[in-house]
């Protein structure tokens, strides 16, 4: 019986005379040159398409379970089934949560189901005590001042500046001489509590938010003892100006002595708001106000003030004060 060495035969190129190999198949024949595998390793193409490889393939090919089936009406073309939907999950002993229970009787009825809006609760507010005041009855004082970056209130150092200021205009004396403050956009009130504790004898405070009068600013006047000489109004600065403008001084008690204006900067024009306080009839012939700016509003600032002129314009950092004070107080 004679012998055939196969290592001789090149891979698809074998004796017509004799039949293929069994682990070869005819149309996997891989290539017409020849090839340096020996047998019985088979080529890269009997691989491929061996029923092994089907198999691997058909399972990478496998697609998910569609749960949901459309099916076509004349009416409505092609829609998802839901009674098919509700029959698959209780088939599969699925618990169905009832909202989900109740949209799917929605759509079947034909009812516009609304998306719930997601509520978002807001973080809490905080405070600290990281402001003093600076001067007077109760200076050293701590005072508490919003831990966020809504309310800005006046630096100390400017603060200390602004009243050794107005205090050299009173004729250098220790304290303020009596009289009426109005503390606008007073935030913390850190401003009208110093005016306080240096010797006015009335502060006015105007602030908008609740929070703010609830949380700080009242708890800094029960700390300061100065409750009985403060009066908060809860509104807007524009807002109450408006009114004074139409109802007159009255409403605030009278004209003020001092007008102290530190606002956001983000919230106001300038231009506008500097007009509004040189029209209103709180402000008289010798009233100093006081006014702390961003940098960038300098050309917005106007050089008078109703019968007032700017006496004082002050840099400190990025924040510029202007004082307005009566013409003899101008500082040459």
Same mark, same amino acid.
Not at 18 to 26: A, G, N
Not at 109 to 132: C, F, M, S, W
Not at 234 to 243: A, G, I, M
């Given at each position: 019986?004679? /012998?055939?060495?196969?290592?001789?035969?090149?891979?698809?190129?074998?004796?017509?005379?004799?039949?293929?190999?069994?682990?070869?198949?005819?149309?996997? &024949?891989?290539?017409?040159?020849? $090839? /340096?595998?020996?047998?019985? @390793?088979?080529?890269?193409?009997?691989?491929?398409?061996?029923?092994?490889?089907?198999?691997?393939?058909?399972?990478?090919?496998?697609?998910?379970?569609?749960?949901?089936?459309?099916?076509?009406?004349?009416?409505?073309?092609?829609?998802?089934?839901?009674?098919?939907t509700e029959k698959m999950l209780?088939?599969?002993?699925?618990?169905?949560? *009832?909202? %989900?229970?109740?949209?799917?009787?929605?759509?079947?009825?034909?009812?516009?189901?609304?998306?719930?809006?997601?509520?978002?609760?807001?973080?809490?507010? &905080?405070?600290?005590?990281?402001?003093?005041?600076?001067?007077?009855k109760v200076g050293g004082r701590?005072?508490?001042?919003?831990?966020?970056?809504?309310?800005?209130?006046?630096?100390?150092?400017?603060?200390?500046?602004?009243?050794?200021?107005?205090?050299? %205009?009173?004729?250098?004396?220790?304290?303020?001489?009596?009289? !009426?403050?109005?503390? %606008?956009?007073?935030?913390?009130?850190?401003?009208?509590?110093?005016?306080?504790? !240096?010797? $006015?004898?009335?502060?006015?405070?105007?602030?908008?938010?609740?929070?703010?009068?609830?949380?700080? %600013?009242?708890?800094?006047?029960?700390?300061?003892?100065?409750?009985?000489?403060?009066? *908060?109004?809860?509104?807007?600065?524009?807002?109450?100006?408006?009114? @004074?403008?139409?109802?007159?001084?009255?409403?605030?008690?009278?004209?003020?002595?001092?007008?102290?204006?530190?606002?956001?900067?983000?919230?106001?024009v300038f231009s506008k708001l500097?007009?509004?306080?040189?029209?209103?009839?709180?402000?008289?012939?010798?009233? $100093?106000?006081?006014?702390?700016?961003?940098?960038?509003?300098?050309?917005?600032?106007?050089?008078? $003030?109703?019968?007032?002129?700017?006496?004082?314009?002050? !840099?400190?950092?990025?924040?510029?004060?202007?004082?307005?004070?009566?013409?003899?107080?101008?500082?040459?």
């Open positions: 019986m004679s /012998s055939v060495l196969l290592s001789s035969v090149p891979c698809g190129r074998f004796n017509s005379a004799l039949p293929p190999p069994s682990y070869v198949k005819q149309e996997s &024949l891989c290539c017409s040159v020849s $090839c /340096s595998r020996r047998f019985p @390793v088979q080529c890269a193409a009997s691989r491929r398409n061996s029923p092994g490889s089907e198999k691997s393939s058909s399972r990478r090919r496998k697609k998910p379970t569609v749960v949901d089936e459309e099916v076509f009406n004349i009416d409505d073309g092609w829609k998802i089934d839901l009674d098919t209780e088939v599969a002993d699925v618990q169905v949560p *009832v909202r %989900l229970r109740q949209q799917l009787e929605q759509e079947r009825q034909g009812i516009e189901v609304k998306p719930q809006p997601i509520k978002v609760e807001d973080a809490p507010r &905080l405070t600290h005590k990281l402001l003093r005041v600076m001067a007077g701590k005072l508490a001042s919003p831990a966020d970056l809504n309310v800005r209130p006046m630096m100390e150092i400017v603060r200390g500046a602004v009243f050794n200021i107005l205090q050299a %205009l009173g004729g250098g004396a220790a304290q303020l001489p009596p009289g !009426r403050w109005l503390d %606008l956009y007073s935030g913390t009130g850190s401003v009208g509590i110093e005016a306080l504790s !240096r010797g $006015c004898e009335m502060a006015y405070f105007v602030e908008m938010d609740p929070w703010v009068i609830d949380e700080v %600013l009242n708890p800094n006047l029960a700390v300061t003892g100065f409750q009985d000489q403060a009066v *908060v109004h809860t509104s807007p600065v524009e807002t109450l100006l408006d009114q @004074v403008a139409e109802h007159g001084a009255g409403l605030l008690g009278g004209q003020f002595d001092y007008i102290s204006v530190t606002p956001p900067y983000e919230a106001v500097m007009q509004q306080i040189s029209d209103s009839p709180l402000v008289k012939e010798d009233t $100093c106000i006081v006014v702390e700016y961003p940098i960038k509003s300098k050309r917005e600032m106007p050089e008078t $003030c109703g019968p007032l002129v700017k006496i004082r314009d002050r !840099r400190y950092g990025r924040t510029h004060v202007a004082i307005y004070g009566p013409a003899w107080a101008k500082d040459d």
